[in-house]
């Protein structure tokens, strides 16, 4: 750790000539000078020594390319790790106003929550394979919104969709320690996901207030970049969020006036998702 430390250094003298009126007479004088360091920067004696070999993880270079990217042992090979991540999105249309001034009586809200404990094994130094399941639960709500646009007139209300979503992954991490003191590490986590679950949208139809209830089974490779330090001696905090991923869902439907359906929908996304920003607290041991 550095710090700071305030201690007498060794002093540097400096001898010189000095020409002096003593006594109504002028006298060269030798004067010695002394210069102290009254606080200077010292480093901990274990970041003054030479970083081990074996704490450092070599990294053969694609083709002629070599980016010179050193990469600190993080999380040595051996360990076990294991905790829970969590997000939570709020959204209400009160606290956006003026985002939303161009259309009429617009009063909607929106919540999504979602945990993910995990546990995972280090096969090599910073590689880790492990296993995750999850829940995550999904409130809309939409009172009313209006839009008026020259002939066209658009109303909606009395609009819920609810969501309980169960899943199960295998995931891949590889870590980079990005000091020499294996505090601060970056990491890519590729996830093979599992979700199953159910869905309820209601809404009104021709006077009627109908109800559609879904089935789902969805599949979910995805990539899920983040940062971690270490806040305690096994103890870390990380931050992730989905950048891309590919999706293949099935959904079967019924509603309350005894019609039935389904259909299959995929997808891929290469952009950062808002709704995917995971902060949890990992431990090593």
Known sequence: MIGLLVTLHTPAQVIADTLRNVAGQDSVIRETVVIRDTIFLWLDEELQQEVHPSDVIYT???????????NYRFIPQGKWIGGLTASYIDFDSDDSRLLFSLIEGFDCHLRMMSVNPFIGYAVKDNLVIGAKMGYSHTVGQLDNVSIEIDDLDVSLRDMRYTEDL???????RSYVGVDKSRRFGLF???TLAYNTGTSRFSREFDAEHKITDTTIHEGHLGIN?????FIMQNVSAELSFGVAGFKVRYEKQRNNLGES???HKSGADFKINLFNIN???TVCL
């Open 60 to 70: 053969k270079g694609v083709g002629r390319h070599n980016r010179g990217i050193m």
């Open 166 to 172: 169960y899943s199960f992954a295998l995931f891949y």
């Open 188 to 190: 890519n986590e590729t």
């Open 225 to 229: 970049p983040g940062v971690t330090v």
């Open 261 to 263: 359906g389904s259909r």
């Open 279 to 281: 902060i949890g607290i």
